[in-house]
């Protein structure tokens, strides 16, 4: 039951499209997502903004395109909130994934590794946390209320220019300065009902009668100011770690795999897409990744069928 003739590491857009084009090719595929949603980087930092090189698209939101991604790859079995840890090769040719799934072949299509937002930096209790969101998926959830962007990058600033019709925004950072659009700041600032709080950093939160009381510290002053939110997003960035790679005996170049022209990585039958690999003049985007989710199926497809006459157009199969 446990056996597939493809595992694919990765759900973004990337191993959305392999998942897709493995099934096509009739290709028994399941594929493995760490966190709780397919769809990687465009799923949790930019769902609601429009991507315009895609081809065929003059521009689709990221989070249609995840969910156009996923219904072509309906055949797939998905496996979410499960992070790969092993993998490893059996004597007939298989490798066994985590010691539960046996599969032919492998494509390893995990981006930076599985990523999580850093944290914001006070405790916060079971209360607390509900206030408190690092991802902006449904705008819907954020409406009318008094809401706390802490950040300056452009998540920061995107989110604050998503919401800024339909709430009030505070965004708090701890320099004058942002790393995000000078444009996007420059916007904000003609808006009236968004308030700077820079250079200001978070000294203490509570939760008094549902709202988020918070304490505010100037950088480099003794001058304390309290505000009181409904909810605050935290936008200080993401953490993410491959060291999974090095644990799989993988070849690493400036930490991303090492791959073929073909995909394939130094070992046989493993082969790599997307932003985890890494060779001269690619470019980190969504159109490269799906070409060579083409690449890489069509490569396991020789692989598992060497005597079978390969269908190469979606037109003919
Ligand atoms: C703000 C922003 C805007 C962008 N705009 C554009 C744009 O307009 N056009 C464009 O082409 N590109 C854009 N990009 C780049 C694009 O998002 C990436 O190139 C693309 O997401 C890479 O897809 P991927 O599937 O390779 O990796 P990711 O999207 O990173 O997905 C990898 C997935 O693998 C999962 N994973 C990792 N390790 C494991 C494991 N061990 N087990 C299970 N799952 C695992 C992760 O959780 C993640 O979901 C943008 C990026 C950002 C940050």
């Known amino acids: 039951m446990n056996n597939y003739d493809l595992a694919i590491i990765g759900a973004g ?26 769809g990687g980087q465009v799923q949790w930092l930019y769902p609601q903004k429009n991507i315009q090189d895609i081809a065929g698209y003059k521009s689709i939101t990221g989070i249609n395109l995840i969910n156009n991604l996923s219904l072509q790859a309906a055949k797939t079995t998905f496996i979410t909130n499960h992070k790969v840890k092993i993998i490893e090769r ?38 607390l946390q509900k206030h408190f969101h ?42 004058n300065q942002f790393r995000g659009l000078e444009s996007s700041v420059q916007q904000l600032k003609n808006l009236d009902n968004v308030e700077f709080f820079t250079p200001y950093l978070p000294k203490d939160v509570n939760l008094v009668d549902n709202k988020i009381v918070l304490t505010l510290k100037a950088v480099g002053t003794d001058s304390i100011i309290e505000k009181k939110f409904d909810e605050a997003l935290v936008a200080y960035g993401f953490r993410s770690d491959n060291l999974q790679l090095r ?71």
């Open 247 to 317: 644990r799989w005996g993988l070849e690493l170049e400036e930490g991303l795999l090492k791959v073929s022209r073909t995909m394939q990585t130094n070992i046989d039958g493993i082969y790599a897409i997307g932003d985890t690999v890494n060779y001269p003049g690619r470019v980190p985007m969504i159109a490269l990744g799906f070409g060579e989710a083409q690449i890489a199926v069509t490569n396991i497809m020789n692989d598992l069928f060497p005597d079978k006459k390969m269908t190469l157009h979606s037109t003919s199969i």
């Open 13 to 38: 857009p990337t191993g959305l499209f392999a998942s897709a084009f493995a099934n096509l090719h009739g290709l028994k595929t399941i594929t493995f997502e760490a966190l709780s949603k397919v």
């Open 90 to 127: 059996k004597e007939n040719s298989t490798f066994s994934i985590d010691d539960t799934y046996t599969v032919k072949s492998i494509i390893i299509a995990a981006g930076l590794g599985a990523f999580r937002p850093k944290k914001f930096p006070i405790q916060l209790n079971e209360n």
């Open 134 to 175: 690092y991802f902006m998926t449904t705008p819907e959830d954020f409406t009318n209320k008094d809401i706390a962007i802490f950040g300056g990058g452009d998540s920061a600033l995107d989110w604050s220019l998503q919401l800024a019709p339909q709430s009030h925004i505070s965004i708090v950072h701890r320099r």
